[in-house]
C-alpha cells in the first residue's frame, strides 16, 4: 500500500508543476495537453495518408515505399518528442534533493523509495508512448490500405505492428535520455553535476527541438537518402526495419491490378509499379538486418537507465550548494553595461539584472529561449539554399536570405514574451509585493533593454557570416543594421501595454488555440517576407536605407510613447482565477 502511494506520487509529480502557478487547476491543464496530443494526432495522421486517398490507382510497390518514407517520420516523432518529455522531466526521472527533503524524514525504506521511483517512470514512460502513438495506429494503417485488395485481417495486424514498433522507439528516446542524465551524473559527480546540469539539458533540448522540425524533410524518400549510407547510426532506421520485419509482407505481397491494356500511359503506369517493387525488396534484406539492432539497442537502452539510476539510488542525494567564487569576465561585463547604462535609474538597473539572472538561471525561462533558438536553427537549416551564392546586387538577393534574419527575431521575440509571463519562483513573489516602489515603467525599460542586447544582437551576430557570404561586406552590414532597428520594434511590441511585473506574477496564459496555427502561420510568413520584401527595396541606395532606419526608429519610439502612456498601476492581486471561481463558487 505505502509503495502504491509512493508511485502515484511520483507519477504526479512527471505530471504537475506548482512551481509556475499554483493557483491553476493542474487537471485543466492535463486535460487540455491530452486534447491537443490526441487532435494533433489525428491532424498529423490524416495530412500524412492524404495521398493515399487521392492516388487515382494505387498499387501495392508504390504503397511499400511510400509508406516507408511516412513510417520513419511516424517512428522519429516518437522518438524525438518522448526524449523531449523526458528532457523535460530532467530533474524528475531520478531521486532528487526535493524528494530527499520531503520523503528522506519519513520512516520509509530507502529501496522502496528507489523501487517506487523506477516504476512511475517505467509506467510514465509506457504510458505516454501509448497515448502519443495510439490513436495514429489505428488511422494511418486504415488510411494507407484502404483502396488495396487487403483483408480485414491483413488491416488488423497492421495496426498492433505500428502501435508497438512506434511506441518501443518512443520508450528507447526516453530512456537514452535518462541513461545520458545518470551517466552524466555518475561520471561528474554531485557537486559537478549541478553545474553541468542545465547545460546538458540545455544542449539536448536545442538539438532534439531542432532534430524535431527537421523531422519532415528527412523522411522524404528514406530508401535513397539513408537507405545505403548511414542506415546503421539512425536509431528511427533501426525501428523502420524491425516494423519492415514484422509486417513489410502484408502490403508487398498483394496482388498488382492494373488499369486495361488499352488505357493511356498503360506501359508507363506497369513499368513504374515494377520499379518501385524492385526498389523495395532490393532493400528488404537491409531493412530486415536492421531490425535486430532495433530489439538490442532498446534492450541495452532500458538496461543503462535502470541499471545507472538504481546504482546512483543506492542513497538520497543532499542539496548540493555551489561555492561563492569571484564573477568571471563575462559577468563583469554584464555588470559593468548595466551600471553605465542605468547608473541612476535603480528600478531599470534591478529589471536588466533580474532579467539576466532568470533568463539565465531558470529552466523554464531558458527553455522558452532554447525551443525558440531551436526553432530559429531550423529555419536556418531549411534555408540553407538561398544562402551561400554571392549576389551581384540587392535585386538578386533572395527573398528568403533576407527574411531569415526577421523570422529568428520575431520568434525570439515572442520567447521573450512568453517567458516574461513566468515568475521566477512563484512562491518568492511576496518579496516584491512588499518592496514594489510603483516603477514599472523604469523597471520594465531595464527588462527590455536586457532582452535587446543579450537575447536578440547576438543572433543578428550570429547571422552575420551567412549573410557576408550571400550579400557582401556592404550589404550585409546594412542588413544587420535593419535587424538591429527592427529588434528594438519588436521589443517594444512585445511589451506593449504591460500591465504586470516581468518574472514575478504569476503564470496565465494568454495563448492562441490550436486552431489559429494556420493564420499565425500566415501572418508570420506575412510579416518576415513584407519586411524582406522592403528591405531589398530600401538596399538599393543609401537614402532609402536611412528612411527604412528613421522610419523604424520612429515607430519603435511611437510604441514605446503609447504603451507607456496607457499602462495601468500594477495590481499584485490580479491573479488567475481559482478553480472555485471559475465553477462560480466563491460567493
Known sequence: MRERLLVRHFLRRLLENDLISPEADRHDVLSLACAALISGSIGVTILIAERYQFSPLQQPGWTTVAALDDRFLFIGI?????????????????????????????????????????AAIALFTVAFALALNAVPSVIYPVLLTSRLPISLLGVL????????????????GFLCVVAIREGLRLVAGERLFARLSTVAQGLLLVGLATTLLLLPHASRDVLQRWGARM??????????????????DLIDRLPRVYPPADAPNYDGIVQYELRQTHKYRSHRAGLDALAAAAVSSLGLAIFAAFGLSIWNGRRLPSAVHARSRPAGLAAKGLQGVGALLFRRHGAARAGYFFTLQTLGRSVPHRTSLVVAAALSLSILVLSTPALGALASSPTD????????????????????????????DARASWIFRMSWTGHQPEYLLGVKVASLLWVLTPAIVL?????????????????????????????????FKYSKVPFAHAYESHG????????VLGVFLGLTYGFAAVERAALDSVWAVLWLLTSL?????????????????VDWDDLPAQPTQRLSLSE
Open 157 to 172: 495486424a497492421l495496426i498492433p505492428t505500428h502501435l508497438g514498433v512506434t511506441a518501443a522507439s518512443g520508450a528507447f
Open 231 to 248: 542506415d546503421r547510426v539512425i536509431p528511427p532506421m533501426w525501428f523502420l526495419g524491425l516494423q519492415e520485419r514484422l509486417a513489410g
Open 553 to 569: 526608429g520612429g515607430i519603435a519610439i511611437a510604441v514605446g510613447w503609447r504603451g507607456r502612456a496607457s499602462v495601468p498601476s
Open 397 to 424: 538577393i533572395p527573398l528568403t536570405a533576407l527574411a531569415i534574419q526577421p523570422m529568428v527575431l520575431l520568434i525570439l521575440a515572442v520567447a521573450i514574451r512568453h517567458a516574461a509571463a513566468l515568475p521566477a
Open 78 to 118: 516518437s522518438m524525438v518528442v518522448m526524449a523531449l518529455v523526458a528532457v523535460a522531466q530532467w530533474d524528475a526521472v531520478s531521486l532528487d534533493a526535493r524528494d530527499s527533503a520531503i520523503l528522506g524524514a519519513l520512516p520509509v525504506p530507502h529501496g522502496m523509495l528507489l523501487r517506487a521511483k523506477l
Open 512 to 519: 492562441l488555440g490550436l486552431g489559429w496555427s494556420p493564420i
Open 463 to 495: 547571422l552575420l557570416p551567412a549573410d557576408v557570404a550571400t550579400f557582401g561586406y556592404a550589404l550585409a552590414a546594412a542588413h544587420s543594421v535593419c535587424g538591429l532597428m527592427l529588434a528594438v520594434v519588436l521589443v517594444e511590441c512585445a511589451f
